[in-house]
């Protein structure tokens, strides 16, 4: 980034200060639905849902980290609270002892399955509807184009 960026002209700052909007009220909402009807972060429901995908519900750790977008620091430490609840449990690789993998648990899988409909339902209410199919695969193209960025910038998160 240089000092000679240039500014944002009506459109663009139009659209980054409605995006600003939604980055700040969307997290703590859908944390709050799942809170409240779950009893765990948005974070926890997308680690225990990622494994829920994969067969033999299992990730290696460093896979299940860049699926949650998270710094596998962080990711440890969450996997840490989730194993205290008997929602998944670390394990080493079979066929790597370099490699930890993550496993989801029949409990964790149930709390998920309990959890799945509610959250669904708030991700419906809040981002999809009244979102045709075009602006949904448009939406999905800006998504994945902003992420990138994020992750060739050389810029560091407050996670990792």
């Given at each position: 980034m240089t000092d000679d960026a240039p500014w944002l002209d009506a459109e663009e700052q139009e659209a980054w200060l409605a995006l600003v909007?939604?980055?700040l009220r969307l997290g703590p909402a859908l944390d709050s639905q799942v809170q409240r009807?779950?009893?765990m972060t948005h974070f926890?429901?997308?680690?225990?849902?990622?494994?829920?995908?994969?067969?033999g519900r299992r990730l290696p750790m460093s896979e299940l980290a860049g699926r949650v977008n998270a710094s596998l620091s962080r990711?440890?430490?969450v996997v840490k609270k989730l194993e205290a609840r008997g929602w998944v449990q670390r394990s080493p690789s079979?066929?790597?002892?370099?490699v930890t993998e993550?496993?989801?648990?029949e409990e964790g899988y149930a709390v998920l399955v309990e959890a799945a409909p509610g959250h669904?339902?708030?991700v419906r209410q809040l981002v999809l509807d009244g979102l045709s199919r075009d602006q949904v695969r448009q939406l999905t193209a800006i998504a994945a184009t902003i992420r990138g960025n994020l992750e060739t910038s050389g810029l560091r998160t407050l996670d990792g």
């Amino acid at each position: 980034m240089t000092d000679d960026a240039p500014w944002l002209d009506a459109e663009e700052q139009e659209a980054w200060l409605a995006l600003v909007g939604v980055l700040l009220r969307l997290g703590p909402a859908l944390d709050s639905q799942v809170q409240r009807d779950s009893g765990m972060t948005h974070f926890d429901y997308q680690v225990l849902a990622m494994l829920s995908d994969e067969p033999g519900r299992r990730l290696p750790m460093s896979e299940l980290a860049g699926r949650v977008n998270a710094s596998l620091s962080r990711l440890s430490h969450v996997v840490k609270k989730l194993e205290a609840r008997g929602w998944v449990q670390r394990s080493p690789s079979p066929t790597s002892r370099r490699v930890t993998e993550c496993t989801l648990s029949e409990e964790g899988y149930a709390v998920l399955v309990e959890a799945a409909p509610g959250h669904v339902g708030t991700v419906r209410q809040l981002v999809l509807d009244g979102l045709s199919r075009d602006q949904v695969r448009q939406l999905t193209a800006i998504a994945a184009t902003i992420r990138g960025n994020l992750e060739t910038s050389g810029l560091r998160t407050l996670d990792g």
